[in-house]
C-alpha cells in the first residue's frame, strides 16, 4: 500500500486520537483487515 496522506488529530488532551489515512490503491481488504487485528483500536473505516 502506498501511504498518499496521513493525519493524526485529537479533540483535546487525554482523549482519543484519530488517524486519517489516505492511499492510492482502491483494493486494501487484506491491509484493513490486518489494521483491524492492532490491539487498543476503537475503530477501523474504510472510504471509498
Known sequence: INIAQM???REKAGEK???I???DSRNCD???E???KI???H???FFK
Do not use: F, G, K, Q
Open 39 to 41: 490491539p487498543h483500536l
Open 21 to 23: 489515512i489516505e492511499v
Open 30 to 32: 487484506e491491509a484493513i
Open 7 to 9: 493525519n493524526v488529530t
Open 43 to 45: 475503530n477501523v473505516n
Open 17 to 19: 486520537a484519530i488517524m
Open 34 to 36: 490486518e489494521i483491524r
